[in-house]
Every structure is written in C-alpha cells, then in structure tokens.
C-alpha cells in the first residue's frame, strides 16, 4: 500500500471513529445526571472526556492496523463488529443521557463490552499491536458497565417506566 | 461429544434464543403501531409470529451446529456475536415497540442485520449448512430494516423528539 493511500485510511478510519464520537456528545449529562445518587468513586465528569478521546484515537488507529494489514477482504468481519461496537457505543449516550434509561443503557453496554472483546481477539490474529490498542478500551467499557450498574441501582425510584 | 451433551446443547441455544424472543414479545405492537401510515406492502401483523418462529428456531440450529463443532474455545468470536445480535434484536422490539422510536430502531436494526452477516460469515467457516441458516434471518432482516425505514418516514410528525 503507497504512503498516500496508507494516510487516507487513517484519516478514514478516525473520521468514523470521531462521527460517533460527535453523535454520542450531543446526549450529555445534565440536570437529570447530576441529580442522580453517586457511589463514591464515581469520577468527576472532567475526567469523562480526556479518556474518550484517548480510547476514541486508539480504537481508530488499531482498526486502520488491521486495515492496512488485511483489508476488508482478509478482516471483513473484524472491521463490521468494529463499526457494530461504534453503534452500540452511541446507542449506550442517546439511551443513558438522551432517553434517561439506565437499565436499557446497561444492555446495551454489556452487548458494546462483548463486541470490544471480538473485536481485540480478531484484531489480534491480524496484528498483536491493534489488539493490544483495543485493551484500554475493554477495561474502561469494563468499569463504565459496572459504573452504569450501580447508578441503574441507586436510582431506581427516579428512572421512568 | 456424546449424544446427552449435544442434545443439552440444542436445549441451551433454544432457549437462548427463545428467551430472547420471550423478552421481546413484551414490547408488542398496539394502538400506537396501528395508526402508523404504512407502506402498500406492509405485511399483515398475523405475519410476523410464525416467521419469527421459524427464524428463532433456524439461529438456534446454527449456533448449536457450530458451538458442537468448534465449541467456544474454536468459534468463541462467532457464538459471542450471536449472542450480540440477540441483544440488538431484544433491543429493536424495545426502541419500537416499547419506545416508539422507529428512527432510534432503524439504528440499531442496521447494526443488527451487520451482526448478522458477521455471524454468517464466521458460521460458515466453521460449517456451511450453519451459515445458510443464517441466510433467511440475513433476508428477512434486510427486509425488516426497509420497512423501518419507510415507517420511520412515512410519519416522522407523529413521532416524539
């Protein structure tokens, strides 16, 4: 692959990271988050977005490996559950902080965790590196499901339906 | 593996699959969905029933062809993310019926009929009669997705947000 196309993937590949980066960022925490029970080391919201960001790039540039590497042709399947962890990764924004559901929102996180796993064990076979660059990913969605238990639970008497 | 454990198997994927289906079945189509405006070709909701049944049944095949084959140490990739198309499947049912939410639905049943293909695609490595299986559900899906899209537009001032 020429140095052009290889700089155009990437681009490609963060561009499609960073659109549903931008579409789950129009459903933020507001009156009705902040109003919520808390356990105790639930992290201040600053913290919310420097990680994504870091996760959103690694995840970008692990799928652009294994696109450089194997193509749709050879990682066809790795790269589709790529782009159904994006889905899931918004659903999870417009479900918590649009829709105010906790308990769908938690669904759909486990479902988003299993599809990172997929996604680092097929990426893995194609390059050690790019499922390496998912790891950081499994580990935050791991605790942020675990985060998402526990305010499902704490505020069960406030969540609609 | 011995005939006992291989029955059992198809006992677990059927019920799976059919719990799935159970959860779903909670969020039904009622006075909300009969005053949607409908496309000429809509089916009639008598429809829907017997082919969801046949296509639960022909999944949970699958799967177990493969899960007896392979097991999860061989095909953990592929059963996992049949497991995540039953989560967006459950899920489907809940944005539309439950929520009334035809654009949030189309979302996630374009993400599912993806999950499809990458569980048809990873089943027929392992075992082709259990990709074919997928096939029908790959169809009525796509389907499914066009008539979610068509009833999505065809009255977006009636619905909410």
């Known amino acids: 692959m020429g140095i ?6 990437l681009a490609g590949w963060l561009m499609a990271t960073f659109a549903a980066a931008w579409i789950g960022s129009r459903y933020r925490p ?10 105790s080391w639930n992290p201040p919201n600053s913290v919310f977005g420097p990680v ?18 194997a193509g749709f042709s050879g990682a066809g399947p790795a790269l589709i559950v790529f782009v159904i962890q994006l889905v899931l990764n918004v659903m999870w924004s417009y479900l918590f902080f649009g829709l105010h559901r906790p308990d769908a929102a938690f669904v759909d996180i486990v479902a988003l965790w299993m599809a990172i796993l997929v996604v680092m064990i097929l990426f893995w076979r194609v390059d050690w590196v790019a499922g390496g660059l998912m790891a950081p990913y499994a580990v935050w969605v791991a ?3 675990y985060l998402n238990f526990m ?4 505020n069960r008497g406030l969540l609609p339906g």
């Open 52 to 69: 994504w960001t870091v996760l959103y790039v690694l995840m970008a540039v692990a799928a652009w490996l294994v696109w450089r590497k």
């Open 151 to 154: 305010l499902w639970r704490l």
């Open 143 to 145: 605790f942020a499901s």
């Open 30 to 39: 507001g009156a009705w988050y902040a109003l919520l029970a808390k356990p």
């Open 4 to 9: 052009g196309k290889s700089i155009l993937g």
